[in-house]
């Protein structure tokens, strides 16, 4: 008897919600909207952070460039704190890779705003079930590159370079040239293991050639924002390029030996510098090396 009341009630309590689903609706909001963080990197160049990978946001006199905008949902995030330090306008998207944690939330920014990326990016998002809406053709690239590219002029040069395969085939280094500052993308998200996305092109074969390339190809800069993580300096790119270096020669040589990928993921001796990095991708990372060699 108790039972079949609570029973009712339930019922009772869900016919009602049904009928004033609108009233309800005004009662409980959804849950609160995406927020995001913001750190100030240098004067004129901020650091956007939650919802996905980093977001840069440079000011110019012009309007308010911005590198990589989140997972979905996180336009108003990000324009949100945008307006904490600008009414400009957006300008551009440059995209650093195809990944949805950085490209999410293009389609947020009207069409006007141009999208950057380099070329491979177009080809990957048109894959990713996300875009096959014909009404996102906006959230796609207006203009890529594949060597090298610069966005605006003068005083706010953006210099953005691909070296080759690393995350994906479609990585690109944004340059902020009077800033000295670079956005590494997730070819350089955190100090561990990085993910080898081998179904877009990535490679951990040459993964320390990328970087190496990066190295000595980009000049003047002191700054890194990674894709992920926090703010970091020129020195922590080049120790990163010197662990994919030293992760891969052990990877190499633990193939030639004959060893198993969880084995050799197991027995990795890296040199102790590196002893703070997340090896969380350790095993994926040997395996994927095993695939690629021959
Ligand atoms: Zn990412
Ligand atoms: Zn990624």
Known sequence: MKRSRVLMAVVAAG??????????????????????????????????????GNTAAYLTPDGVVLVDTKLANWGQAILDKVRTVSDKPITHIINTHTHGDHVGSNEFFPASVEVVAHANVSTSMARMPAFADPAKKHAFPDKTYTDRMTVLSGNDAIDLYHFGPAHTNGDTFVVFRRLRVMHGGDAFSAKGTPLLDRNNGGSGVTYPETIAKAIAGVKGVDTVIPGHSTVMTWQDFVDFGEFTRAFLTAAQAAKKAGRTADDAAAALNLPAKFKDYTMTRAKDNVAAIYAELP
């Open 15 to 52: 016919v009602a919600m049904m009928a004033g689903r609108g009233l309800l609706a005004q009662a409980q909001p959804p849950a609160g909207p995406n927020v995001a963080g913001i750190e100030k990197v240098k004067d004129g160049l901020y650091m956007i952070t939650g919802g996905g």
